[in-house]
């Protein structure tokens, strides 16, 4: 009786105290994080500042700058890019120019790198007036139907139909062709490139076959190979010839005149019609995996080729 009065009600007895001093129980495992948390956030605030900055939050070490960049005007260029756009050579080579004082703005000599111009500015290029516009070349094969002007009252349709998605720039043909003539038809934005082959008298040759409403004889084939006087000008025949494995009626010349009147002119003086002409070979340039109809653009080898002759 006194043992159990002794031991005494549940949690006031001496027994029950020694139980409880015995190892406690662990606490929650969400507890002890929360009340450490809590505690962190107490203790100092170098955590947040560091967690805030990854995020972008707070304040960033000092980083230097570049200097703003100086726009340039909407009807500004550098010039060593108006040169390179006007199709006369790179940018890099274009430097070595200005340098070496072969360029003229406005007609001073202008040796600045990084020197800027307007577009309504006037630029010499080693003594070739120059325009911004990047310079194209386009080479079709110009079928029947098509010519480069307007003849008469006739409608017609304009060889430029045929080369609509070759460039955004507005390309000019150079030289002229009816709609009967055929063949290799240069197109271009470069003023003096046409300048240069709508001349009389040039180094390049161009090829022609030509189809005649009757044989041509002989003794005339080598009259011609003499040269034929025209309107009082003497026009040289660089080569005549029948084409082999053809009628006599096909005939192959080669000249430097780029004006296919002046072939119909040659065979009409001898009493020939002439039927069709195809210039099959212009310059150099042929119409080689180009058919009847298609365009390409010229190489820049192409072009170099074409402009030093």
């Known amino acids: ?57 707070g304040p960033k070490p000092f980083e230097p700058k570049p200097a703003p960049k100086v726009p340039l005007e909407k009807d ?48 010499d290029f080693d003594g070739v007036r120059i325009t911004p516009e990047k310079k194209e070349y386009v080479l079709l094969n110009k079928p029947k139907s098509f010519t480069t002007y307007s003849e008469g009252d006739k409608v017609q349709r304009n060889v430029s139909e045929l080369i609509k998605g070759a460039s955004k720039a507005v390309l000019q043909p150079v030289g002229r062709m009816d709609m009967n003539t055929t063949g290799l038809l240069i197109f271009t934005n470069d003023a003096e490139f046409i300048r240069k082959f709508a001349q009389p008298n040039q180094k390049s040759f161009k090829i022609y076959q030509v189809t005649l409403d009757k ?28 084409i082999d494995g053809q009628p006599k009626t096909e005939i192959g010349i080669k000249l430097r005149t780029p004006n296919t009147k002046v072939v119909r002119a040659i065979f ?33 080898q192409e072009v170099i080729n074409l402009k030093n002759q």
């Open 1 to 57: 009786m006194n043992s159990n009065r002794r031991g005494g009600t549940p949690g006031r007895g001496g027994s029950d105290r020694k139980k409880s001093s015995g190892p406690s129980k662990p606490l929650n495992k969400s507890s002890k994080p929360f009340e450490r948390k809590k505690e962190d956030s107490r203790e100092g605030e170098k955590p947040e500042r560091k967690a805030a900055f990854i995020k972008g939050k």
């Open 76 to 123: 500004e260029l550098r010039l060593n890019k108006y040169i390179s756009n006007s199709g006369m050579c790179s940018r890099r080579d274009a430097d070595i120019y200005i340098q070496s004082g072969n360029v003229k703005v406005n007609g001073q000599v202008i040796t600045e790198m990084g020197y800027k111009v307007k577009l309504t500015d006037l630029v």
């Open 215 to 242: 044989n041509l004889k002989f003794e005339d084939l080598e009259s011609l190979s003499q040269g034929v006087t025209l309107d009082g000008h003497r026009l040289f025949i660089d080569e005549i010839s029948y």
């Open 268 to 300: 009409e003086s001898y009493k020939y019609d002439v039927l069709k002409i195809d210039r099959v070979s212009f310059a150099g340039l042929t119409k080689k995996n180009l058919p009847r109809g298609n365009y390409r653009h010229l190489t820049e």
